[in-house]
């Protein structure tokens, strides 16, 4: 689909799921959000990038803990997570 409907999608995504969202700038193609963890209440960095790709778009993301040297794939999770909830509301995969 094309960059700003990517946006559009991964935007609406992420405020589905509870992410708080920090930044959301549509000409950069990049959402900046936040999510604490269950168990300790830790804040963890996510960030999600959408560039032209082709006739459509790619969607990079990452998240990161704040705090500490392992997150007990926590990060991970979330980043699948994430990209299940967005291939369901896309109609892909």
């Known amino acids: 689909m094309p960059p700003a409907a990517a946006f559009n999608r991964a935007l609406e995504t992420a405020q589905r799921i509870g992410w708080t969202i920090v930044n959301a700038d549509d000409r ?51 980043i699948e997570s994430y990209i299940s909830a967005l291939r369901a509301a896309t109609g892909s995969g």
Do not use: P
């Open 28 to 78: 950069a193609g990049r959402i900046e959000a936040s999510e604490r963890s269950r168990w300790f209440g830790f804040t963890d960095d996510i960030v999600i990038r959408i560039t032209a790709s082709g006739s459509g778009s790619r969607i990079d993301l990452r998240s990161s803990s704040r705090v500490g040297r392992s997150d007990f794939g926590v990060n991970a999770a979330r």
